[in-house]
């Protein structure tokens, strides 16, 4: 009997033959994984063959959705896409919403494995239990939202989610991700040009509004989605959240110039505001740019990624000109954050006489130039001229042009940074996150609890609506959806949140891996679960999932599905990139230099986190690796055993 939330199926289509296999997946893997990215990493370290190229036919490309996807819950409407990352080389995974999840569920499907190379460019339309392949050769050279439109009139169906590869993805540029529905993104790793490499332009699910999950227990999931939306509405950070969106991050003093904060964006560029499935906060944005050369276009945007990618490496000033290269990097299928950081470090290198006018074809490459921004993206995705060398990301790209461009490249695990850890707000552990995170990414880990003493008092009253003190701050702590074994551990005893230290931050980071690993395997977007103020717990999940499910997991259980999940990853990374403490690392310009005159990261605090770090994992620290204890502890040794690199690495003691 399958279990609520889930269709118990997956698909696994051969590219090669063009022929798909339907299977039941085992109750035990989701016992064990619960779903989306959980059962994503158990799929790919168990198929995936070692030291595969990530973009030969050989690698894998999977689709999970988790079991809460459709239920009515709040924001239950995620897609997790894993696979070999093109730019790291390890473990790749993003997600996306909206009401996305509802159209793969409604196609029949949990997972969806994509495996093999297609002959002739084509894409593929789940539904119905099935599947189709399409032609593409007409679609290819199309951008994302062409693309998009071109497939609904091919189909004669306008109900359809798509997701689809720009010309980045076509010409496997490291770093090109993948767009759904024009607009929302898979962002980070390049998984974009893994399904390039298999000549898949785009994905097909029907939409799936009249989706609704099957559930184990409709009373008791009643009573926990009246609680949730209690607790998002309640929430200190809920009003700012909804009115800004993610660019709560930079509001007033902490923007990056006049033109570049929360008010100014509210003010001048949002129209109104947008939604997902079944959530109260609607911190999405429909915008329009007011000047350059898409002066009056209107999409849906205005996160504060772009921000972190144009205006801090590029220096651009204004929410137009970064608006501008938002709109160009998703109808190319540019990742932003990556393009915009090895324009920076291009900008960089120009600056300090590294790199010359003829090795930019021409360019002046200066900060804060606009027009040249807009040009270095279009050589990316088509990789023309410059373009073609950093198409390859900051890492390789500093690697082929040498002359001592290699030392200002920003790079972990070679994937460019999401911040700047010198010091990185909203918090130390945000930014000590990069360096050991399994897709070298502090956004999948999510550790936020500092946020709200990263604010300066005047951003804190205005964001909060009261002022900072010590007992306000309390408030906020008291709110947060901890244990008190959980607050005691992670905030002191006393608690409290002090974001410009070095205290515990390891530890936050290691915590919230897990938890972020569990919302990620269910199918719940972090925007109302972690950006606000930890509305929600381990206990709320764990109502959740028995409501939906009828799994009846306690907290330390469902703790230790994530540890298992998380651990599963970095064994992956292990095994794929050698990723061991040497490797969780930043560049030596971080530990060297101050940003801007004024931050140097300490190295002697940075190896002390590290040691933190895998302490709290229970994993080996003078090498990073996980202990063959610890891997029979989370019942993940019959994963492991069959792979002949990777044992061997393994030490038999944490000590």
Known sequence: MTMGGYTGKQIIVDLNTQKGEIEKIDREIFTRFLGGIGTNIYYLFKELEEGIDPLSPGNVFVIGVGPLVGSGLPGTDRVEISSKSPLSGGFGSANAGEHLGLGFKKAGFDQIILKGKSETPVFLFFHDDSFEIHPAEGLWGLDTCETVKQIKQNLQDDNLHVLTIGPAGENLVRFANIQ???????????????????????????????????????????????????????????????????????????SLGEKLSAEYFYENNKIKPLGCYSCPMRCSHLVKINEGPLKGVEFRGGEVSPVRAFAGPCSLQDFDSVLTCSEISSKYGLEMLSAGGIIGWLMTCFEKGLVSIDETDGLNVRFGDRDVVISLLEKIALRKGIGNVLAEGVFRASQIIGKGTEYYQLSVKKVEFQVDPRP?????????????????????????????????????????????????????????????????ELLGDPAEIVWQTYSRKAKTVQWAEGLSAIIDSLGICKRYSMDLCLALGYEHYSKMIEA???????????????????????????????????????????????????????????????????????????TGLPTVQKIKELNLFNEICKSQSLVPKLPNTGK
């Not at 008791?220 to 949730?228: H, P, Q, S, Y």
């Not at 993610?246 to 509001?251: C, E, K, Q």
């Not at 070298?440 to 709200?452: G, R």
């Not at 939906?548 to 990374?573: A, C, H, P, W, Y």
Request: some cysteine.
């Open 424 to 488: 990185a707000r909203p918090g130390i552990a945000w930014g000590f996150a990069q360096a050991v995170s399994s897709r070298s990414d502090a956004a999948k880990t999510h550790p936020l609890l500092e946020f709200p003493d990263s604010l300066p008092p005047e951003t804190f009253k205005h964001l909060f609506g009261m002022g900072k003190t010590g007992e306000n701050m309390g408030k906020i702590i008291e709110w947060m959806a901890l244990s008190k074994g959980e607050k005691k």
């Open 180 to 254: 759904s529905d024009c607009y929302m993104s898979f962002s980070r790793g390049g998984l974009g040009a893994v399904l390039g490499s298999k000549n898949v332009k785009a994905i097909v699910v029907p939409r799936g509004d009249d989706y609704h999950a099957p559930v184990s227990h409709p009373d008791l999931l009643n009573e926990i989605r009246k609680e949730v939306y209690k607790r998002i509405e309640e929430d200190p950070l809920y009003q700012a959240t909804c009115k800004y969106g993610t660019m709560v991050f930079i509001s007033k003093e902490v």
């Open 548 to 622: 939906v499910t009828g799994l009846d997991f306690s907290t330390k259980e469902l703790k230790k599905i994530g540890e298992r999940i998380i651990t599963l990853q970095k064994l992956f990374n292990v095994r794929e990139i050698n990723a061991t403490r040497e490797e969780d690392t930043f560049p030596d310009i971080v530990f060297k230099e101050p940003l801007k005159g004024k931050y140097r990261y300490p190295k002697e605090q940075f190896e002390l986190l590290l040691d933190e770090y895998y302490e709290s994992h229970g994993w080996d620290v003078k």
